[in-house]
């Protein structure tokens, strides 16, 4: 992923604008589309990173693509062709979300679990959380079928290991002693 510092830097006068117009939610919402949009989209995220491609192309298409997205986005997007940066967009998009969690006490727990999680197991996530930290908590869920079943929770530099692997090695461990 190219120049953090720098998509540092513009997600935060990014938030500042959008703070200063009361949309940083909006803003925030169209950053989530952005990042996932880019991520599970290899055409777009190639065309972005095209050197060869004129800035001018990339911010039409940009605004085609995302045409509902804010206006503080759309500055965005602007500010990206008068830099000729369009290939931080995606970096951008995610340390703007971090940001936006962390000025409004939220702290994203990682969620690994061996196939998608459902409601059931979201809600005993959701109840281990919250013994660990008492700030409002957003899932974000890794899918590793590795860990053949339970889950990994990971918060900040907390981590919470319900798997089954970790209980096979544990077994095993004492089988062994």
């Not at 055409?43 to 085609?64: G, H």
């Amino acid at each position: 992923m190219a120049s953090t510092r720098a998509a540092i830097r513009y997600a935060k006068a990014i938030l500042d604008l959008a703070n200063s117009k009361g949309v940083a939610e909006a803003v925030n919402n169209d950053m989530k589309l952005i990042a996932s949009t880019i991520e599970s989209n290899a055409e777009l995220s190639t065309f972005i990173e095209n050197p060869t491609t004129t800035v001018e192309i990339k911010e039409s298409a940009l605004l085609e693509v995302f045409a509902n997205v804010n206006g503080v986005t759309k500055g965005l997007f602007h500010l990206l062709f008068e830099n000729k940066r369009f290939e931080i967009l995606q970096a951008i998009a995610l340390e703007y979300k971090k940001l936006f969690d962390e000025s409004n006490g939220v702290e994203v727990a990682k969620v690994t679990t061996a196939i998608p999680m459902d409601a059931a197991l979201e809600a005993k996530v959701l109840a281990k959380v919250a013994t660990l930290s008492d700030k409002k908590i957003t899932l974000e869920n890794i899918v590793d079928p590795s860990i053949i079943g339970g889950f990994i929770l990971r918060i900040g530099d907390q981590q919470y290991n319900a798997s089954v692997a970790n209980r096979l090695q544990v077994l095993k461990r004492e089988l062994s002693n």
